[in-house]
């Protein structure tokens, strides 16, 4: 009997500065993303025209500038096989120039020798496409390609490529066979593709669509290219919302919800172009409560970001990241569920490991990763650990390696880094002493409140208002049935008063807002 498929849901909160994006996996948050609203002009798949800055013939490599403060750095191996074609299209590009025609002529040529060198292909001053494959980090710029790519969720496009690759995991000749003939047929001149395994069963058309809008991507940078030989951004990936969609989206994705109109339809037709099946699981939130609180997002970020991860049963995580690479302590707590102290060990390392797993996608943490187990003696133990670890992992997106338990009890961990690993910070700010550690009496919160509700409701004339609070305010505030603070000031004040607590609000908060929904100064 095959075991179910988790659920996985996509929660997606849009602000007014940030989209805010939480992958569920049974109600379990295990992966959440920030994209800014006003557009990061820095993050992997983006493609640049760059302009070369310096060779360093001792790296065999070159930095280019990609309108960053630091300089982007490119190695001759990531130059790609082509890398003249793509060279001779930017040279001679203008706005009197048939771009289609100068795209479809140009001779591919012979691959780049492994062994060449760049200062024999690059000079200062040049100008190239380059797309990022790791974004700035640290003190370091971007890594870049000058090998463009082009993904999309059944076909990746390869500009300036002849091969067409099929993934290894369709196991079906003959499927194999009809996909390669179909995408060969579609695909124009100096194009090349790469299948991937979510195209096993498409139909033609889901295949010609995809493919069609990927190089009409691609051939709309042109128009810039010959405009204007500056850096610059020719075009970005598809949103962090829509990139999680074509990664993720399987037949496991139960819903995606979104609280956002404009957010909401760019996903149902990004889905209605790759899987047009499964359009219906995108959602339109309308809840009077925040997206993030009704779904408990808010309350596993808070307990999931901070330096110590508490776990079932007392045990617990302390998570430290430096800039050379970020180490993990597992520890017992006060959990004692046997007198066998090995037993008792294995049992918390294996709730770790579970943790583990969960928080390096959680906090997308890359480079090397330290893990000290509790100590265990048995060698049977630390190799079952060593599994357990290796299971958990195989459905992280990220390349990855894990190695056994040392003779000390410690377990290396190898994670892509493409990304700065993602800090949020869990520790608030006294509300009333404003981290000074003096503070008014909390009883007059009640008195304050209330000279705000006595102010909107006779100098303003408001008849409907809400209330919102943190939630241990809100408790304070309606404890007792009748004789309730809210329920006096009902009474006394004729007011149709509502309170609504946001998880989100540090202890003391308070704003209030009129029946529009509109927040009252």
């Not at 180490?327 to 037993?343: A, F, H, L, Y």
Request: aromatic fraction near 8%; charged fraction near 30%; proline fraction near 3%.
């Amino acid at each position: 009997m095959e075991s179910e498929k988790p659920d996985k849901d996509l929660i997606v909160d849009v602000t007014p500065t940030e989209v805010h994006i939480a992958l569920m996996e049974n109600h379990k948050l295990i992966e959440y993303n920030t994209e800014s609203s006003t557009g990061n002009k820095f993050t992997v798949g983006d493609v640049h025209l760059g302009k070369v800055k310096k060779i360093l013939p001792n790296l065999n490599a070159a930095f280019v500038d990609i309108g960053d403060k630091k300089e982007a750095f490119i190695h001759y191996l990531d130059l790609g096989l082509y890398f003249p074609a793509f060279d001779q299209f930017v040279r001679e590009s203008n706005q009197n120039t048939n771009l289609k025609d100068l795209y479809s002529r140009i001779d591919i040529g012979e691959p780049l020798p492994k062994e060449g060198r760049i200062e024999e292909i690059l000079k200062p001053g040049q100008m190239i496409v380059a797309q990022i494959v790791k974004e700035p980090i640290s003190t370091k710029g971007s890594r870049l390609t000058a090998e463009i790519s082009l993904a999309g969720r059944n076909i990746v496009l390869l500009p300036f490529a002849e091969k067409v690759s099929i993934s290894q995991k369709i196991a079906s000749k003959e499927e194999k066979r009809r996909l390669e003939t179909l995408v060969r047929s579609i695909l124009p001149k100096n194009y090349g593709a790469i299948i991937r395994t979510a195209a096993e069963g498409k139909n033609a058309a889901t295949l010609v669509g995809e493919t069609q809008s990927l190089i009409e991507k691609w051939e709309n940078s042109w128009k810039k290219i010959a405009k204007s030989k500056t850096v610059q951004l020719l075009f970005t990936e598809y949103s962090k919302t829509t990139t999680v969609l074509r990664d993720l989206l399987n037949d496991s994705f139960s819903n995606i919800w979104i609280n956002d109109m404009k957010v909401c339809d760019e996903a149902r037709k990004y889905i209605s172009l790759i899987s047009p099946e499964q359009e219906k699981i995108v959602h339109m939130y309308e809840g009077k409560q925040p997206i993030y609180d009704h779904f408990e997002v808010t309350r596993q970020i808070k307990s999931s970001f901070g330096k110590v991860v508490p776990m079932r049963q007392g045990a617990y995580l302390v998570i430290e990241t430096t800039e050379a690479l970020n180490v993990i302590d597992v520890n017992s707590g006060i959990r004692t569920k046997t007198s066998d102290q090995e037993e008792n060990s294995f049992e918390v390392n294996k709730i770790a490991a579970e943790e583990i797993a969960r928080q390096l996608r959680l906090r997308d943490m890359g480079g090397i990763v330290i893990v000290d187990f509790i100590d265990m003696e048995s060698n049977d133990h630390k190799n079952a650990l060593f599994k357990i670890m290796q299971e958990l992992m195989e459905n992280d997106r990220a390349k990855h390696n894990v190695l056994p338990l040392t003779k000390f009890g410690l377990m290396q961990i190898t994670r892509q880094r493409i990304r700065p690993v993602t800090e949020i910070n869990t520790m608030e700010q006294c509300p009333v002493c404003h981290g000074t550690g003096k503070i008014h009496s909390s009883v007059v919160i009640d008195e304050e409140i209330e000279r705000k509700i006595a102010y909107y409701v006779i100098e303003k004339g408001y008849k409907n208002l809400t209330l919102k609070t943190s939630p241990i305010l809100g408790a304070y505030l309606k404890r007792g049935l009748f004789n309730s603070f809210v329920s006096k000031w009902k009474k006394h004040y004729k007011v149709k008063l509502e309170v609504e607590e946001i998880t989100d609000f540090t202890v003391l908060q308070h704003e209030m807002y009129n029946e529009n929904g509109e927040k009252l100064d």
